[in-house]
């Protein structure tokens, strides 16, 4: 991927921002978790995004040329990665805190390079070390003793992880379908077609959960908390991220996505009074050290092989 420097460090800075919006959606993600069932709540936001951006598409227009075949297939293919990801977070939700979710989803800053790598493309040795000091910060972020234990791992977290396997497939399919794609129709794509898998998957698993609607009666809480996730974290954090990978590699992204974990923590500790102390401030500099390290040495040097 020929990317230049300034090209690095827009995309960067694009990513960051849309991990200070997907930092803040765990609290509401959580708090939904009262009135809706994870399944119904993951897929109906995404059919929500999916109809918003294609309702704006009148304001802004699309001047890159459309290639139907590579949509369709970047669009089903991101869907069905991102859906399970954010349903397997909103699953795990329901049984750890805000804070773990944002630092076990940050583990797809490891996951991704070491998928990158059955893709053809041998990272940086400069690249390791900025995964390995993050790791050590998200650590310091997730775990408040510092007491990192296998057995204080509950299922919600299991979950978790699961997702940030497939949050890193989702980085690294992205990173080729966003270089010669309409940005606002793969968004609209993937969301769509992440959406009606999960919508597929509900009816034929779990139609209770799926058809079984909170009451707005006696509180607008659960569609504030849907249409926060729907709008926020789906059309514009997802979207962001799709601009900012058109210009950063998939590995280089996934490290400065991995802030998500900090900001995480930080309205974790503002809105559900949930822990932040020294140790996510000492955990919070490592990963931001990370990230500088990243941007400065260089980047991915390919393998040898080609992904569609």
């Known amino acids: 991927m020929n990317i230049s420097y300034?090209?690095?460090?827009?995309?960067?800075?694009?990513l960051l921002i849309a991990s200070v919006i997907w930092g803040s959606t765990f609290i509401p993600q959580k708090v939904a978790m009262d009135f809706w069932s994870p399944l119904q709540f993951t897929a109906i936001r995404?059919?929500?995004?999916?109809?918003?951006?294609?309702?704006?598409?009148p304001i802004f227009g699309i001047s890159e040329k459309i290639n139907r075949k590579s949509l369709i297939?970047?669009?089903l293919s991101l869907g069905f990665f991102l859906g399970f990801a954010a349903l397997f977070q909103q699953i795990g939700l329901v049984t750890t805190t805000a804070t773990n979710a944002g630092f076990y989803t940050s583990l797809y800053v490891l996951f991704v390079p070491i998928i990158g790598i059955f893709l053809g493309y041998l990272p940086h040795k400069s690249l390791w070390l900025a995964v390995i000091i993050c790791m050590i910060g998200s650590i310091f972020l997730g775990i408040p003793e510092g007491d990192f234990r296998l057995d204080k791992i509950n299922i919600g977290d299991v979950w978790v992880i699961a997702g940030s396997l497939f949050w890193a497939a989702h980085v690294q399919i992205l990173s080729y379908g966003v270089k010669n794609n309409s940005i606002i129709l793969l968004a609209i794509l993937q969301f769509f077609f992440a959406g009606l898998i999960l919508t597929i998957f509900g009816i034929f698993f779990f139609s209770e959960d799926l058809l079984s609607f909170p009451s707005f009666s006696n509180s607008f809480v659960p569609l504030i908390t849907l249409l926060y996730c729907s709008i926020g974290s789906v059309c514009i954090a997802f979207v962001l991220q799709m601009?900012?990978?058109?210009?950063?590699?998939?590995?280089?992204?996934?490290?400065?996505m991995s802030t998500e974990a900090i900001f995480a923590a930080f309205f974790g500790w503002i809105i559900l009074a949930e822990f932040f102390n020294s140790r996510i401030i000492l955990g919070s500099i490592m990963i931001f050290l990370g990230i500088i390290i990243s941007q400065i040495?260089?980047?991915s040097v390919k393998k040898g092989s080609n992904l569609l």
């Not at 300034?6 to 694009?14: E, H, P, V």
């Not at 995404?46 to 598409?57: E, H, Q, Y």
């Open 6 to 14: 300034s090209d690095n460090i827009k995309g960067a800075l694009i």
């Open 243 to 256: 601009v900012g990978q058109r210009y950063s590699p998939p590995n280089e992204a996934a490290i400065v």
């Open 297 to 299: 040495f260089p980047y």
């Open 46 to 57: 995404f059919l929500i995004g999916s109809l918003f951006l294609l309702l704006i598409i």
């Open 73 to 75: 297939i970047y669009g």
